[in-house]
């Protein structure tokens, strides 16, 4: 009974360092969804601009594209902003946005300056809708399908080697099947 007593602390030790070890072997920017393969949230959100369009759930249907959730109070939004830009004007790939908890008047400033990759902006002023769509933190970045689902997501700034290494092959991969 008294080896017991002693083996027990030891015994619990070794199962947390176990737990821990496995648990940092896992890669710490990849933050599971819920909402992997299924169709983004019911949402309709009102324009950020005043002479463009709003966000909605019929917006996310009929062709690949990305929704990418920013704010112009986010340093790390303005390093993956450059990015978004490419994708947008160089690989003709349709960028859609939330606007994140954000004054109107500031995120417009920011778009002045950075440039609008952004086909639609919807203004998320509350915050419910990103909350509706498993939002961490801003930025984040979906792949959406022609579905209406939601195939990959991304927790903070979008990374070249991201971008080559699973976003672009799974826009041509996804392009594919909607063709097929």
Known sequence: MRRLIYLLPLALFVVLAGYFAVGLTHDPSVVPSALIDKPVPEFTLPPLLKDGKG???????????????????????????????????????????????????????????????????????????????????????????????????????LMPDEIEKNILPLFKQLQGEFKG
């Open 55 to 157: 966000l909605a759930t019929s917006d996310l249907k009929g062709k690949v594209q990305l929704v990418n959730v920013f704010a112009s109070w986010c340093v790390p939004c303005r390093i993956e902003h450059p990015l978004l830009m490419r994708l947008a004007h160089e690989q003709g790939i349709t960028v859609r946005a939330i606007n994140y908890k954000d004054k109107p008047e500031d995120a417009i400033r920011w778009l002045n300056q950075g440039g609008n990759p952004y086909s639609a902006i919807g203004a998320d002023q509350d915050g419910r809708v990103s909350i509706d769509w498993g939002v961490y933190g801003v930025p984040e970045t979906y792949v959406i399908d022609p579905q209406g689902r939601i195939r990959h997501k991304v927790v903070g700034p």
